[in-house]
Nanobody
């Protein structure tokens, strides 16, 4: 099973930017959809963005126009560029295949905190 390691989170002020990386332990070339998910305090994990192996993307309404998902199949890495960050974006961010499946393995995630 492919494992995923997220990195790039941190503390930023409103309006700031971060670029998250998701390094896979194996090939993601044959995974049709890869996704970024987030879980805010007291809330369920939600899908933020997804991308096909060919580069087609979809975004949650809450992040459209601000976030950009991309993937480098040769490097087995998925990225999430986050701009114009707001406090409501505060969450732990995870990457995984889409759909993740009932018994998907989740990595440690990376914490994103947006605060003044």
């Amino acid at each position: 099973q492919v494992q995923f390691v997220e990195s790039g989170g941190g503390l930023v002020q409103p309006g700031g930017s971060l670029r998250l990386s998701c390094a896979a332990s194996g090939s993601i070339f044959s995974i049709l959809y890869m996704g970024w998910y987030r879980q805010a305090p007291g809330k369920q994990r939600e899908l933020v963005a997804r991308i096909t192996s060919g580069g087609s993307t979809n975004y949650a309404d809450s992040v459209k126009g601000r976030f950009t998902i991309s993937r480098d199949n040769a490097k087995n890495t998925v990225y999430l560029q986050m701009n114009s960050l707001q406090p409501e974006d505060t969450a732990v961010y995870y990457c995984n295949r889409f759909p993740p499946g009932r018994e998907a393995y989740w990595g440690q995630g990376t914490q994103v905190t947006v605060s003044s």
